[in-house]
């Protein structure tokens, strides 16, 4: 079974810019969740989209998107990029969504704002 | 402040030697996960702890759910090299999930 994949694996933008990053869940899970790792700020939620409904948000601005789409993958838009969204950039995949569901991360994309 | 606090923060050990590490939260949470992450790899789940005061063992690993649903323990036993990582901690409740920042286990040979 794959695993989770996520791309691209490494980006580089300047600031003012967009972003959009992708994540292919495990065939079968309809959830998908977006994390922020920062050595900072550690792992911190972004948004859960079940079944192509955002069903969970955390504290992030709006510039911080997302959308899933029929067959499960999901996409993350970080527009007008700020040097403090340089970070990894965490999706995970279950089956059922969180709350005790096992989460399933990828690798991981890295972004570096300059 | 972290909803979740970990500690410590750092922890460097020879081969062989016991460790525990912390996670407290003056919230209550439906579970707790604990995950290990190594460098370039996304967070691998350990063990899900679902009930006040329940006790997992996963070989060498030992986890503790507090009797109140606020705090775990994870405890190693002889720890190896090969346990080396980030050690994240993560609490769900109403649908949301809250990471610790982590301990970050070095564990020398």
């Known amino acids: 079974k794959a695993g989770v994949t996520q791309t691209p694996r490494y980006l580089i933008k300047t600031r003012g810019q967009q972003v959009t990053l992708s994540c292919s869940p495990i065939?079968?899970?309809?959830?998908v969740s977006w994390y922020q790792q920062t050595p900072g700020q550690g792992l911190q939620f972004l948004f859960e989209?079940?079944?192509?409904?955002?069903?969970n948000k955390g504290n992030f601005p709006g510039r911080f998107s997302g959308r899933q789409f029929s067959n499960s993958r999901s996409e993350m838009n970080v527009s007008t990029l700020e040097l403090g969204d340089s970070a990894l950039y965490l999706c995970a995949s279950s089956f059922g969504g969180l709350g005790g569901n096992e989460q399933f991360f990828g690798p991981g994309t890295r972004l570096t704002v300059l | 402040t972290q909803l979740l606090e970990q500690s410590p923060q750092f922890l460097s050990i020879q081969e062989g030697e016991n460790l525990t590490v912390y996670c407290n939260s003056s919230?209550?949470?439906?579970?707790l996960q604990w995950y290990r992450q190594e460098p370039g790899e996304g967070p691998v789940l350990l063990v899900t702890v679902v009930t006040g005061g329940e006790v997992k063992k996963l070989k060498r690993l030992t986890f503790q759910f507090g009797d109140a649903r606020k705090d775990s323990s994870l405890h190693i036993t002889a720890a190896q090299p090969g346990d080396t990582g980030l050690y994240l901690c993560?609490?769900?409740?109403?649908?949301?999930?809250?990471f610790g920042a982590g301990t970050r286990l070095t564990v020398k040979p």
């Open positions: 919230s209550v949470f439906s579970s």
């Open positions: 065939s079968g899970h309809r959830s």
């Open positions: 989209y079940f079944s192509e409904t955002q069903r």
């Open positions: 993560a609490g769900v409740r109403n649908n949301d999930m809250r």
